[in-house]
């Protein structure tokens, strides 16, 4: 029980690593194209 507790908190992390990425390339893309 404490492992798969362990593996859905490294999941949800990846998953916030990967939403704060492209949230970040959202913003460049849209600074971009606002030049």
């Known amino acids: ?3 798969n507790q ?3 908190n490294e999941m949800i992390d990846q ?3 990967i939403l704060e990425t ?3 390339l ?3 893309i ?3 194209q606002e030049e």
């Open 26 to 28: 959202l913003l460049l």
């Open 15 to 17: 998953d916030n690593q």
């Open 6 to 8: 362990e593996w859905f």
């Open 1 to 3: 029980m404490n492992l």
């Open 22 to 24: 492209y949230r970040e």
């Open 30 to 32: 849209g600074n971009f």
